[in-house]
């Protein structure tokens, strides 16, 4: 069976699914348009699949931001697969790679994709650089906890940035869930620590944590998440039970370099890939996969609340190769028929 049927029969008869891969269909819509375009260009001047074709595929996945050993393994593992498998044909090979790059995403260690919600009060607590969406992604993780049923609180603990508090605040109302707040300029985790009391009291299901994101002065915020960790975990055991990692598609490697400085400060449970729909560069999930070894568990993939989806490797690769999947398909069904 091929990938787009393998996919296909996972989603028939499941609106919820079949929506959440139209998602990452119109989501990923600038990578596939430079991606599928060029894999095309590939296909429609190599009939044959040698080591030529190889060669300029190479070129393709790392100008998408796939990562270098992600690359080299998946070319080495397709040389092994076309061999395998006899194929001849560069008409066949998307449905190989699409395969490949699931495979080569989910090997290595297990990891959870899904959140980590206790059994009672569970906390979130959500890191990363100003400017790459944290605080609107608070409010669409808020809203899609509510939507199944969750209460939720939010904690306003970035209080350096102008306006973080505010933009915060606006969410809350917007999802309809209240946000413990200080002063501009309190201590961090002096919010922290009214935030868990508060939840505790009301009794809420999820507590979810701004934090403040300067990296210019990294020592200064090392401390600043120890000590929230700190104040956090000393009030609920065990706690935060989810330290994600928002990082900005659109900035490529320099997201990587973020990512390596908050995995030293603090221990990321999960990431989450915004503005991914504003990317050329979507390659870039299989590079963090590859490279840092923590799961991505959401992705922006627009503007809407409900754009934020939680992480699926076959979705997102179908995302990346859907066009030429569908007619790879097609031609797949039509020689069937002969």
Same mark, same amino acid.
């Given at each position: 069976?091929?990938?787009?049927?393998?996919? *296909?029969?996972?989603?028939?008869?499941?609106?919820?699914?079949?929506?959440?891969?139209?998602?990452?269909?119109?989501?990923?819509?600038?990578?596939?348009?430079?991606?599928?375009?060029? +894999?095309?260009?590939?296909?429609?001047?190599?009939?044959?699949?040698?080591?030529?074709?190889?060669?300029?595929?190479? %070129?393709?996945?790392?100008?998408?931001?796939?990562?270098?050993?992600?690359?080299?393994?998946?070319?080495?593992?397709?040389?092994?697969?076309?061999?395998?498998?006899? &194929?001849? /044909?560069?008409?066949?090979?998307?449905?190989?790679?699409?395969?490949?790059?699931?495979?080569?995403?989910?090997?290595?260690?297990?990891?959870?994709?899904?959140?980590?919600? /206790?059994?009672?009060?569970?906390?979130?607590?959500? &890191?990363?650089?100003?400017?790459?969406?944290?605080?609107?992604? +608070?409010?669409?993780?808020?809203?899609?906890? *509510?939507?199944?049923?969750?209460?939720?609180?939010?904690?306003?603990?970035?209080?350096?940035?102008?306006?973080?508090?505010? !933009?915060?605040?606006?969410?809350?109302?917007? &999802?309809?869930?209240?946000? +413990?707040?200080?002063?501009?300029?309190?201590?961090?985790?002096?919010?922290?620590?009214?935030?868990?009391?508060?939840?505790?009291?009301?009794?809420?299901?999820?507590?979810?944590?701004?934090?403040?994101?300067?990296? !210019?002065?990294?020592?200064?915020?090392?401390?600043?998440?120890?000590?929230?960790?700190?104040?956090?975990?000393?009030?609920?055991?065990?706690?935060?039970?989810?330290?994600?990692?928002?990082?900005?598609?659109?900035?490529?490697?320099?997201?990587?370099? !973020?990512?390596?400085?908050?995995?030293?400060?603090?221990?990321?449970?999960?990431?989450?890939?915004?503005?991914?729909?504003?990317?050329?560069?979507?390659? +870039?999930?299989?590079?963090?996969?590859?490279?840092? /070894?923590?799961?991505?568990?959401?992705?922006?993939?627009? %503007?809407?609340?409900?754009?934020? !989806?939680?992480?699926?490797?076959?979705?997102?690769?179908?995302?990346?190769?859907?066009?030429?999947?569908?007619?790879?398909?097609?031609?797949?069904?039509?020689?069937? /028929?002969?």
């Amino acid at each position: 069976m091929s990938f787009f049927k393998r996919l *296909k029969s996972r989603f028939t008869g499941n609106e919820e699914a079949e929506q959440s891969t139209e998602k990452y269909k119109e989501g990923l819509t600038k990578t596939r348009t430079g991606f599928t375009s060029k +894999i095309n260009d590939l296909v429609a001047r190599y009939r044959k699949v040698d080591e030529d074709f190889f060669e300029e595929l190479e %070129e393709v996945l790392l100008q998408a931001d796939v990562g270098f050993e992600t690359v080299m393994e998946l070319i080495d593992q397709l040389r092994y697969e076309v061999q395998r498998q006899n &194929v001849k /044909d560069t008409s066949q090979i998307l449905s190989v790679i699409s395969e490949k790059l699931v495979e080569i995403y989910e090997s290595g260690e297990e990891q959870m994709h899904e959140l980590q919600l /206790d059994n009672e009060l569970s906390v979130i607590l959500f &890191v990363g650089v100003n400017g790459v969406g944290k605080t609107t992604t +608070i409010g669409k993780l808020a809203h899609r906890l *509510k939507s199944e049923g969750k209460t939720v609180l939010l904690a306003a603990g970035d209080t350096f940035r102008a306006g973080a508090i505010e !933009q915060l605040d606006v969410w809350g109302q917007r &999802v309809g869930v209240d946000v +413990i707040k200080q002063s501009a300029g309190s201590d961090p985790a002096a919010v922290m620590y009214d935030a868990v009391r508060a939840a505790k009291s009301r009794g809420v299901d999820v507590l979810i944590c701004d934090t403040a994101g300067r990296l !210019q002065n990294k020592v200064n915020l090392m401390s600043e998440l120890e000590k929230v960790h700190r104040v956090i975990s000393r009030e609920i055991p065990g706690a935060p039970h989810e330290v994600l990692l928002a990082l900005d598609a659109t900035t490529g490697q320099n997201a990587m370099i !973020q990512a390596q400085t908050f995995k030293e400060a603090t221990n990321v449970t999960g990431i989450v890939l915004t503005k991914l729909d504003g990317t050329a560069k979507g390659g +870039i999930v299989l590079a963090i996969r590859r490279k840092l /070894d923590i799961p991505v568990k959401f992705v922006g993939l627009g %503007e809407q609340m409900e754009d934020l !989806q939680p992480f699926d490797p076959e979705k997102y690769v179908y995302g990346l190769f859907a066009d030429g999947l569908l007619l790879e398909d097609k031609k797949e069904d039509e020689e069937a /028929d002969k």
